[in-house]
């Protein structure tokens, strides 16, 4: 059985109730430190063994790791509850969708995902608490264990091109869907674009 779709577009602005802060905002990281966009540029990442440290250590004392899911994730999850088929489609990579009960299947996560490490050379993936754990423990660059390879989250850095395959995930009908987009535009983040056709009007519950 399916019904009608209901497609959510989120962005940073949906988070930052969270305590997790935008980049470009007033309050944003590159406000407090302009330097930071350095620690998550791929080219500066892979060429640089201390950027990579610096940018380890940033996310070692990210506040995504001691954040709860606020009303709008919730919100999002009780209209899902409902039987409508809901689907978020996010820029944002801290998880909180699924941390407030979303199913993986019904998030679309655009720039990947913080919690999830993968190699660079062989694609091998851990878990970023694993990785920081590694940090902790006396390494400041951590390397991939089964190659050597240099490790990073499997999030798109400035930089990286979006996986064709995550970003055309959503759109297979030519007909448009509802789609409500509660707060990308407040921290002045770039929307997706240049998407080939519109999403499907229904799908699964």
């Not at 990579?52 to 709860?68: I, K, T």
Request: glycine content about 6%.
């Amino acid at each position: 059985m399916t019904n009608q779709l209901v497609a959510i577009l989120s962005g940073a602005g949906v988070s930052t109730d969270s305590g997790i802060p935008d980049y470009r905002g007033p309050a944003g990281l590159w406000q407090r430190d302009p330097d930071a966009q350095k620690l998550v540029t791929y080219d500066y990442y892979m060429a640089d063994p201390d950027i990579r440290r610096r940018s380890w250590l940033m996310r070692g004392e990210h506040p995504a790791w001691r954040a709860q899911s606020n009303p709008a994730h919730q919100a999002v999850t009780a209209l899902a509850a409902t039987g409508t088929a809901v689907r978020v489609i996010t820029q944002n990579v801290d998880g909180l969708h699924q941390l407030a009960g979303l199913p993986d299947r019904k998030v679309l996560e655009l720039h990947g995902n913080a919690r999830t490490v993968l190699c660079t050379s062989c694609d091998d993936r851990t878990t970023t608490e694993q990785a920081l754990d590694r940090v902790s423990a006396g390494e400041p660059d951590p390397a991939c264990l089964r190659c050597g390879g240099i490790l990073k989250t499997a999030t798109v850095m400035f930089g990286q091109a979006l996986d064709p395959e995550c970003s055309a995930t959503p759109w297979r009908s030519p007909r448009p869907a509802p789609c409500s987009s509660p707060s990308a535009p407040a921290c002045r983040s770039n929307p997706p674009h240049r998407w080939p056709v519109s999403p499907p009007t229904t799908a699964p519950a």
